[in-house]
């Protein structure tokens, strides 16, 4: 909707309420105002022949009572007089009156039976009335009842006259300014937003001036110094990360542009991941779009951006296809194009094989050292081959005609794509980042697949992890799984006369400084500590993870309980917030997982309730936004990450890079890739129940000078290893690699010379593995 229109709308439902509003409420004060003198009207004629009244009931001449019911008729809105004995009937009835009588009113009776005055809006025959009964008494019992009746149809007609008014004042009021709008305002406003557009974007759409309009002279003014700052800020910025990337300083967003601008040197960037970085749902009538939770559409991004490159990724959203050409193709971000998302469509019975079933419930805990037993199927095997494949055959449509392109492929989804690419594209740099640790290899070697799942691999020119024991780790895996030369020296794979090159890469966040002073606490947490425990705790202690049996949740909660077996203090003064977002639930280890964690935290409170509202353990169990997970940051006293394995865990780095006031307390497992660079928390074994114990009761003890010295030098950590800096580090050598152009390279660059990729099983049959 234009801006003029909106302005249109607005100001005619403005208008129109405002009207609509002072109309009523003259209506309602004048109704009330004539209702009142109806009703003073009746009790002062009533209490005025009340004495009469009572006289000649006594003496028994109804002659008389007619004579004084006649003589209140036809007087404005009053319809009359009526006398009834104390069985309600009719002793004598103004005239005029009579005819409209149907029945002997409520209010009569109410009177007669109560000795007050009673009143009553009423129909009869059509016409709305209004009655007053004044009870007639003799020696102190009731003998009748005076009835004054008005006809107060005419208080009606303000609501009318009113509602009239106000219709025809709106109507005038907004045609004429609509005319103004349109007639003087619409141009000048379609061209400020213009203006503003071009500003904006580095557009020239329009002529490149501002509004000349004198009602525009203010806003113009300020808008043009505000467009020469941002434009001085930009060419400044621009320049500073160009002198950084020269140095040593700090990554942010805009140096990793810069910088690889200059290293990609022309080449396009083509990211692939299953998850993607914007997703389109229906929402009412409309389709929205939103940023999936992901660390990876803010390392990757920038680079896209500098590149146009394209993002390959899984459609989700169930408005996806509406917002997509019939390729599967969008520009984004949607607010502001810069580069292309590819979606490619997945079955439902491909996603249960290849992402749930071989990805999740094979190659995920084939990985981590957590004891949960990796299933392998043939049939999951043969989709996860069937998903590579259809990946790979999108991103060769998508770089057809692009020379030497870059390829970044993520996560353990994907192993067996960039040796299907290279076959295709030998002069495609292909990288490949495993997200998850990597075993050794005893334990890789349960997989039946492990060979064809080490050669897609080594189709990359570079290979990274975390940390360097998974770097060793993989290498190992290959020097007993494959044929193949291992430059130990240069951690490196000569495998079909191609080098692959393996190099950790520790993945972070984005923390670029300081944000300043911490914001007001986050109300939902506020309602949260009031609603479960009365108010917030002496201490507060935090985890926040996924509900994953790697993450160590049922452990880090009987260390909870053993810390108020040694520390009975903590009673009531101490509360745990689990924050555990469900994840992958129809798998079945999963489900019992939730279950479990939800059962332990039941009684463990049930065990150490005390009688008051107070709880040691609260469990929420649903997703938080990142926002949200900030204001939790910020508030608790320690954080717990007790991971069985993880390959890196933000959330250890999420929650020293929340803590600006260098206070709260980090307790980190040993076997998470975050403690190799954050040697300042209190790194423990989520196994052992009694050092998990100690190390919340020393973080709630430890004096607040060493806490800040502690997260201090984290932070310090964290802000120098961003998330900026391993996209630097990780796409900057790969960049970097020399690669060799096969002969017959410019028919594969026009598209033609080898078939679509498809599964690949150059298993041995001696190579079978019996599923464990």
């Known amino acids: 909707m234009h801006l003029s229109q909106r302005l249109m709308f607005s100001l005619l439902g403005g208008v129109a309420a405002v009207s609509l509003a002072f109309a009523v409420y003259q209506a309602q004060a004048e109704m009330n105002t004539l209702s009142d003198e109806i009703q003073r009207q009746a009790i002062v004629l009533a209490e005025s022949q009340q004495k009469s009244v009572e006289q000649i009931l006594e003496s028994g001449s109804l002659s008389d009572l007619q004579a004084v019911v006649d003589q209140y008729q036809n007087r404005n809105h009053l319809a009359g007089m009526a006398i009834y004995e104390d069985r309600g009937q009719i002793l004598a009835v103004t005239s005029s009156l009579a005819s409209n009588l149907a029945a002997t009113p409520t209010a009569v009776f109410n009177a007669i039976e109560t000795g007050r005055g009673d009143e009553e809006y009423f129909r009869s025959r059509g016409k709305r009335m209004h009655i007053f009964a004044l009870p007639v008494t003799a020696r102190g019992r009731p003998i009748g009842a005076i009835a004054v009746f008005h006809n107060v149809a005419f208080i009606a007609a303000p609501v009318w006259r009113h509602a009239l008014t106000s219709v025809a004042q709106t109507l005038l009021i907004v045609g004429m300014t609509l005319l103004i709008v349109h007639w003087s305002l619409g141009q000048p406003l379609r061209h400020m937003a213009q203006w503003l557009r071009d500003l904006r974007t580095g557009g020239t759409s329009g002529d490149g001036r501002p509004p000349k309009e004198k009602i525009f002279g203010l806003l113009t003014s300020e808008l043009t110094q505000l467009a020469t700052s941002l434009n001085a800020a930009r060419a400044s910025a621009e320049e500073e990360a160009r002198l950084r990337d020269a140095g040593l300083s700090l990554w942010t967003a805009e140096r990793l542009r810069i910088s690889m601008q200059g290293k990609l040197a022309g080449s396009r960037l083509f990211a692939v991941s299953n998850r993607e970085p914007y997703e389109h749902s229906h929402q009412g009538n409309s389709i929205v779009w939103s940023v999936p939770p992901s660390g990876l559409v803010t390392a990757l991004e920038p680079v896209l951006r500098a590149s146009d490159g394209t993002w390959i990724a899984q459609g989700t959203g169930d408005a996806d296809r509406e917002a ?169 794979v000569k495998r079909r006369d191609h080098l692959t090159i393996v190099r950790p890469f520790p993945i972070s966040v984005a923390a670029n400084g300081d944000s300043g002073a911490n914001p007001e606490p986050s109300p939902a947490l506020q309602n949260l500590l009031l609603r479960e425990l009365g108010g917030r705790p002496a201490f507060l202690g935090l985890g926040v993870d996924r509900v994953d049996y790697t993450k160590g949740i049922p452990e880090r909660l009987r260390a909870i309980e053993r810390l108020f077996e040694l520390y009975p203090e903590y009673l009531e003064k101490f509360t745990f917030i689990q924050i555990g977002a469900p994840s992958r639930t129809h798998i079945k280890r999963y489900q019992d997982l939730m279950t479990e964690v939800k059962q332990e935290v039941e009684r463990i409170n049930r065990n150490l309730r005390t009688g008051s509202s107070w709880k040691p353990i609260v469990f929420a169990p649903s997703h938080h936004s990142h926002k949200e997970l900030e204001a939790y940051y910020r508030e608790a006293d320690l954080c717990m990450v007790t991971s069985l394995h993880d390959g890196m865990n933000l959330v250890a780095k999420e929650y020293v890079e929340a803590r600006h006031d260098d206070q709260g307390m980090l307790i980190l497992s040993r076997f998470t890739g975050a403690s190799h660079e954050l040697s300042d928390a209190l790194v423990v074994n989520p196994y052992d129940t009694d050092e998990l114990a100690q190390a919340i009761h020393a973080a709630l003890t ?71």
């Open 324 to 492: 997509s050409d019939d390729r599967g193709r969008l520009r984004v971000p949607p607010d502001h194009p810069q580069y292309s998302l590819r979606r490619v469509w997945v079955t439902k019975e491909e996603e249960e094989g290849f992402y749930f079933g071989f990805a999740n419930e094979g190659l995920w805990p084939l990985c981590h050292i957590a004891h949960t037993r990796p299933l392998f199927r043939s049939g999951d095997w043969e989709h996860y081959q069937s998903v590579n494949s259809k990946f790979t055959a999108v991103l060769l449509d998508e770089m057809q005609g692009e020379k030497e392109p870059v390829v970044l492929a993520q996560d353990y989804h994907f192993a067996l794509l960039p040796r299907m690419v290279k076959e295709r594209r030998p002069d495609a740099r292909i990288a490949i980042f495993w997200h998850i640790p990597w075993p050794n290899p005893e334990a890789f070697g349960i997989c039946p697949w492990q060979r064809e799942l080490l050669d897609g691999m080594l189709g990359a020119d570079l290979i990274g992890f975390h940390i360097q024991a998974h770097c060793n780790n993989f290498l190992e895996t290959v020097d007993r799984a494959l044929e193949s030369r291992i430059d130990w020296e240069h951690f490196a």
């Open 702 to 772: 430890m004096p607040a000078d060493e806490k800040r010295v502690r997260m201090q030098r984290m932070r310090s950590v964290v802000k120098e290893n961003n998330v900026y800096r391993w996209a630097g580090n990780l796409i900057g050598e790969l960049a970097g690699i020399r690669l060799e152009t096969p002969v017959g390279q410019d028919a594969i660059l026009r598209g033609g010379g080898l078939p679509p990729p498809g599964p690949i099983d150059n298993r041995p049959q001696l190579n079978k593995l019996p599923h464990l």
